[in-house]
């Protein structure tokens, strides 16, 4: 089945930087990413998405990049504010099972003002 | 909830008792999915369903029971089998093969 590893498990910027978070699938067939954001005692929340057939999305301060070779995908955050503070997970279709999606195991971030 | 709710939103289970938790959709979605999150922690997957009458375990089933006679219902019942259920569950729901999911805002369960 796919495999998802997400680093950093947390991250600290100060207000007004970016922020990476990268993850790395294992199946090569994957053609859909996902990234949820999930602020304290709320539902995640689907922010950004890419497809396998382009290599970057963005919209207005987050973006997504996909590097099909090195298997790995990554969500940038720039000029952050405190309401970016939260956790990101990213995911990946499992490919043993149809609809299914592999989460990270997830990136708090903390914006400091 | 965006298509999706859950209910109740906190939940209080005794020693020995069985609980349901509800799960609806009116997104016409075919799959369903139940997750646990612990504090602190990512997301677990418990049992899920790709079409009615159909469903599978996840990775930690053990102590839960689903049903999906309804395309629109998935509800979750947390067994007394299940000795340390005390999480925050979300439910989500998914139009097939590469697509996000949408989550309900979630049950948070505790035992007393």
């Known amino acids: 089945g796919e495999n998802v590893e997400q680093h950093p498990s947390t991250l600290s910027v100060q207000e007004g930087d970016s922020a990476v978070i990268k993850c790395t699938y294992s199946?090569?067939?994957?053609?859909?990413f996902p990234w949820y954001k999930q602020e304290l005692g709320k539902r995640p929340q689907l922010i950004i998405d890419?497809?396998?057939?382009?290599g970057e999305k963005k919209d207005q301060r987050i973006a997504v990049t996909l590097n099909k070779t090195a298997k790995h995908f990554s969500l940038h955050i720039t000029e952050t504010q405190p309401e970016d503070s939260a956790v990101y997970f990213c995911a990946a279709p499992s490919t043993d099972s149809w609809g299914k999606l592999q989460f990270g195991a997830g990136t708090q971030v903390v914006v400091t003002p | 909830d965006g298509g999706i709710t859950q209910s109740p939103k906190y939940l209080f289970r005794k020693e020995g008792q069985n609980v349901t938790l509800s799960c609806e959709q009116n997104?016409?979605?075919?799959?369903m999915y139940w997750y646990r999150q612990d504090p602190g922690q990512g997301l677990r997957l418990i049992y899920y369903s790709q079409i009615v009458n159909d469903f599978q375990k996840g990775d930690i089933a053990e102590g839960y029971s689903v049903s999906r006679e309804k395309k629109e219902s998935f509800p979750l019942t947390v067994t007394s089998a299940q000795k340390n259920p005390t999480a925050f569950y979300l439910c989500?729901?998914?139009?097939?093969?590469?697509?996000?999911?949408?989550f309900g805002s979630g049950t948070r369960l505790t035992v007393v």
């Open positions: 989500a729901s998914s139009i097939g093969q590469s697509y996000g999911y949408t």
């Open positions: 890419i497809r396998s057939n382009v």
């Open positions: 199946d090569s067939a994957s053609n859909y």
């Open positions: 997104l016409n979605h075919d799959a």
